[in-house]
Every structure is written in structure tokens, then in C-alpha cells.
């Protein structure tokens, strides 16, 4: 077993000499810079990224060769030539091939695995990933990353007609924004793996003689292979920091993508096994596993002897079955939220109904961070247009909705394509008026592009939360354009059912306008109780949705909706083990 010599900057020449190939010693300098600045900025919070998110500086024809590259994968086999091929899966749906929410199929055929021969071939990936180093492996996925990054526009396209976000959110959050949280997942990894030095000398003074010495060394162990179960939503940005905080870290990953959205994981899958073979390591160390329909791999592979590490993001149901089946892993999960905002008062209100009407809108609610539960005092509250009674302040809310997606060209821009039939029963059942009064009907968008999509505006309806039927409805999660406006007693009620339905039913954001410093006060301690991130008084193009990476931390571990952190130490220190060695040195 190696001595690993951990460092904070260029690899000594102990380091350089132990790396396998001169490539990897190109990439560790040449990757430092954006490397020692991701450490750097999670440190300090700053808004920084190494990843542009304008469309434009990616060059004049990266769309056009995006749409290229798609269209050449349509009727292609995505091979990536990993051992144990027993079929394929796909690409028709009804043979576990994907379908875009926005209606073509993408006819992308994936060949199937037996997971003992992808597991075998992991375990023997293994030892001289281990053995390269920190440094050494954070310059290799700091090049897969900006692989990715270089086609992102690819990536934008994948999310877009794989999970149905609309152009602008496929290319933040399914490319560079999940590319800024795999980097922040990687630098996390390399600050905890060299908190403890690699070798030192411990000496301790003794009474009238000469101090006692011993050589110690910390040597870092990965835990073994990690298994990232995708999801349908987001599966680049769910599933990079799990990713890469585990191949950081010296373990194998398995990914197993959702059936509906393989496409973005596949890529990445490709991209990472393209870099690890050029840097002299074995490309088995990422394998992508397809699933035929109705197979139920998740389940299998997670409880597998093997399988040391899950990453999950998706239902709360599958998420506990997780924790208590695979107890032979560390699992890292974020789970169904019910996302609550409190509207108690406000000093510009035509401002606060733009920035809520967009963030109600944007990609159709289907937001982990989505706001559900609109908390208004049934008495009204107070603005800078004087008082505002809580019909007008929801008749306000419709209006401002209906400015926002007036005209399906400008709609789509804004939603998403409805990712399923699941989805679109909630959707219609709001509007049915089962639920509450409808406030807010929604409406059938036309996509000039993609006729077949199924886009719909938001439903408001309105409950109260003096109802035992309507406590209920709102306290359990309807992923999807459905939001609740609530009628509360008073800001204190309102307060205690955002905390309640955060600590039983798991929040991922919660928010609020309100001028009063006693409100926000409460507001404060009521979230930090249940823990849950909290925006107050957002305006302007800044929504209770979004997350900044390398700044914000993606759940707390503190309520049902995530027990993992995007992006803390704990996220990566539970993906490897420290061993010591205390060897005796003679004094004389």
C-alpha cells in the first residue's frame, strides 16, 4: 500500500512520479488553476464558475452541431463497449427506449449489461485509480467536466428531449449548472481528502530523556463501487455531484439512469470513459447500466455486496425503501418536498407578483425547489398600494401568470413539457375542481415547434388551512404547475404550518415577502429549526427556485427531503476511509 503525500497546490515531484501517464501530469497543471479556484470559492462563497452560461460562448455553430450529433445517435446502437453485453434496450419505448416529453421518440438503443460482469470489472478498476492519488484523480475529472462542458450544448439538447425543459433551463440546469456542481462536488473532495497530512513525524518530549518518535502516515481508502441511481428530472444535476464526489475519491461509479432519461447519463458516461482511458486508467471504472422495462435494477444492484456507495434523487417511497434495504452501503438521498412561501406583506407588489408568477411558472413546477403552498393571511395583507384582501391578492397572482405566458411562443420559453402521465392527472385533476376552488384555470400550450408536447400553464386553487380535507391536500407533494393558494389565520399560523409541513413531509426552500422584522425573525428560527433555505423579499430576476453553486448548500439533512447535501463535507467524507501506520523511530 502506498504512502499517499497530500498537498494543496502542484503535486510534488513524490506525486508527479507516481502518475501513471504524461498526460495526466499535463492535466494536474493544467487544471490547478480552476481547481485551487473552485477550493477557494467554496470556502469564501463567492459567486464564481468556470462554465459560461451564455448560449453564445460556445461558438456560432455549437447549436447547429448539437442538433448534428443528436440526430446522428437516432437508429445508432450507444455502445460503450463494457464487458458482460447480453442485449440491448430500446429504442422504442415500449422495449425501454426513450420518448421526448416534447413527442418524438429519440430511437437510441442502449446495450444491456449483466451487472456481475460491470461489478467485477469495477473491482478490477479499481486499485490503480486508488493508487494514483488526490491530485491525480481531481485533474481527470476536472478534464471530464470540461470535455462535457465543451458540448454543452449537446447536453442541453439531451436534457431538453429527455426530462422537457424548456431551452434555457436544459442548458443551465442539464448542462453547466450540473458541471458547476460536479466541480464543487470534486474540489469539496480534494479539500477533505488532504485535511490530514500524509506522512509527519510525532514526537513526544519524556521526562529526562530523549522524546519518543514515531513515523505516522494517513492512508486514504475508498469505500468500493458507487452506485448513482438517475432520475427523470434532472439527471445531470442530481446525479454529478454523487458522481463525482465518488470517482474524486478513488471509487468506481455505476451509473443506472431513469428508463425515460438515459441520454445525458449515457453521454457523460462516454465522456468519462474517453478521459480515463487517454489518462492510462481503466475505463471501467464508469459504466453506465440499462435497464430492460419492468426489470427493477435500482433495487437489485443497491442492496448488492459490492455496492458501497448509493446516490439517489427521486420519491420519498424509494428513497426509505433505500435506507432500509441497503444497509450495506452509504446511502446519500434527496426525496420528495413540499416547498412552502409565506405572503404576509410587502413594500412593491407588482414587483413580488412577477418574480412568484415566475417562479410558479418555470418549468411547469417541476422544481424540487418549486413553490407549492402559497400562505396568505385570509385577512389580507399589507403593500405599498395599500391593503390587498386575499382574493385580490390570488385574482392579482392570475393576472400577472397570465401577462407572464400571454402567448404560447413566450409560454414554452418559460415552461416545460409535462414529464408524465402522472403529472398531467394532477394537473387536470386541479383544474377539475376537486381539489379547492380554482382561482387560476390553467391552459393548453401549443408548441410552434413541437406540437405533440403537452405544456400547460399553472392552477392556483385555493384552500384553508382551518380544513382537515385541505391540510391534506397541501401537505402532501404534487410535482407539476399545482399550487395551493392557502388561506392562514395570521403570519405566526402560517409560519407553523411551513415548519410543520417541512418536518413531516420534507422542504427543500422556503420563502417569504414581509416587511416586518418580527415576522422575518420568526421565519428565521421556525426554518432553522426544520431546516430548510430560506428566501425573503426576492425581486427581480432572482427566484426562491434557484440554487448557486459553490454558494448555496442543496438541502440540509435536516427534514425528509434530502439527507444529503449538495454540496457539504459530509457528502464526500463518507465516500472514503482514513487508515494510520505508527512505525517506531529509533532516537540514537
Not at 454529478?240 to 464526489?245: C, I, Q, T
Not at 415547434?449 to 391540510?471: C, F, H, I, Q
Amino acid at each position: 500500500m502506498s504512502t499517499e503525500v497530500r498537498t494543496s497546490g502542484i503535486p510534488t515531484a513524490a506525486e508527479d512520479r507516481r502518475h501513471p501517464t504524461a498526460l495526466v501530469r499535463e492535466l494536474t497543471h493544467r487544471h490547478r488553476p480552476t481547481l485551487d479556484r473552485a477550493r477557494e470559492t467554496i470556502r469564501t462563497r463567492a459567486h464564481w464558475s468556470p462554465y459560461p452560461e451564455d448560449t453564445g460562448a460556445y461558438g456560432a455553430d455549437a447549436d447547429a452541431e448539437a442538433r448534428a450529433a443528436l440526430a446522428a445517435l437516432r437508429g445508432q446502437v450507444f455502445d460503450l463497449g463494457q464487458p458482460g453485453r447480453d442485449g440491448l434496450v430500446g429504442p422504442a419505448p415500449a422495449d425501454g427506449g426513450e420518448r421526448s416529453p416534447y413527442g418524438p421518440e429519440l430511437a437510441v438503443s442502449y446495450p444491456h449489461h449483466d451487472p456481475e460482469a460491470l461489478l467485477a470489472a469495477m473491482r478490477r478498476a479499481m486499485p490503480r485509480w486508488r493508487e494514483a492519488g488526490v491530485t491525480a484523480r481531481a485533474a481527470v475529472c476536472a478534464e471530464i467536466l470540461a470535455r462535457i462542458n465543451a458540448r454543452s450544448h449537446e447536453f442541453a439538447l439531451a436534457a431538453e428531449h429527455t426530462s422537457g425543459h424548456n431551452p434555457v433551463m436544459a442548458f443551465h440546469a442539464g448542462a453547466v449548472h450540473a458541471q458547476d456542481r460536479g466541480l464543487e462536488a470534486v474540489a469539496q473532495a480534494v479539500e477533505e481528502q488532504t485535511r490530514l497530512p500524509g506522512s509527519f513525524v510525532w514526537s513526544k518530549p519524556m521526562p529526562g530523556g530523549e522524546p519518543f518518535v514515531l513515523d505516522k502516515t494517513f492512508t486514504l481508502r475508498p469505500r468500493g463501487v458507487s452506485l448513482l441511481i438517475g432520475n427523470s428530472v434532472f439527471p445531470t444535476w442530481n446525479g454529478y455531484p454523487g458522481l463525482f464526489a465518488s470517482l474524486a475519491t478513488g471509487n468506481p461509479v455505476l451509473v443506472k439512469p431513469h428508463p425515460n432519461a438515459v441520454l445525458p447519463l449515457a453521454l457523460t458516461v462516454r465522456t468519462a470513459r474517453e478521459v480515463l482511458r487517454e489518462a492510462g486508467f481503466d475505463p471501467n471504472l464508469v459504466c453506465l447500466a440499462a435497464e430492460r422495462p419492468g426489470e427493477g435494477l435500482a433495487r437489485h444492484l443497491a442492496v448488492h455486496p459490492d455496492v458501497r456507495i448509493v446516490d439517489y434523487a427521486g420519491t420519498t417511497a424509494f428513497g426509505d425503501w433505500l435506507r432500509r434495504n441497503a444497509t450495506q452501503a452509504r446511502v446519500f438521498t434527496s426525496t420528495s418536498a413540499v416547498n412552502s412561501l409565506l405572503v404576509e406583506s410587502t413594500a412593491d407588489y407588482r414587483g413580488m407578483l412577477a418574480n412568484l408568477a415566475f417562479g410558479l411558472a418555470l418549468y411547469s413546477g417541476q422544481l424540487c425547489t418549486s413553490p407549492q403552498n402559497l400562505l396568505i393571511p385570509r385577512g389580507g395583507i399589507t403593500t405599498d398600494e395599500g391593503h390587498k384582501p386575499f382574493d385580490q391578492v390570488v385574482a392579482d397572482l392570475g393576472d400577472a401568470l397570465r401577462d407572464l405566458l400571454a402567448d404560447d411562443p413566450t409560454a414554452v420559453s418559460v415552461l416545460g413539457a409535462l414529464l408524465s402521465p402522472e403529472v398531467r392527472a394532477r394537473v387536470d385533476k386541479a383544474a377539475s375542481g376537486a381539489l379547492g376552488r380554482v382561482a387560476v384555470t390553467p391552459r393548453a400550450v401549443v408548441h410552434p415547434d413541437y406540437p405533440e408536447a403537452v405544456v400547460r400553464t399553472p392552477a392556483v386553487v385555493t384552500l384553508d388551512a382551518a380544513r382537515p380535507g385541505d391540510l391534506a391536500t397541501l401537505s402532501t407533494e404534487w410535482l407539476g404547475p399545482v399550487h395551493f393558494a392557502v388561506a392562514v389565520d395570521s403570519a405566526a399560523e402560517g409560519i407553523a404550518l411551513l415548519a410543520r409541513t417541512a418536518r413531516e413531509r420534507g422542504a427543500l426552500s422556503a420563502g417569504a415577502w414581509t416587511t416586518s422584522a418580527e415576522v422575518e425573525s420568526e421565519l428565521e428560527s421556525a426554518c432553522a429549526e426544520v431546516g430548510v433555505m430560506l428566501s425573503l423579499n426576492l425581486m427581480g430576476q432572482w427566484y426562491i427556485t434557484q440554487s448557486a453553486v459553490y454558494s448555496d448548500l442543496h438541502g440540509t439533512g435536516m427534514n425528509p427531503a434530502a439527507d444529503a447535501v449538495y454540496c457539504d463535507a459530509a457528502f464526500v467524507t463518507g465516500r472514503f476511509h482514513t487508515v494510520a501506520v505508527r512505525r517506531h523511530r529509533a532516537t540514537s
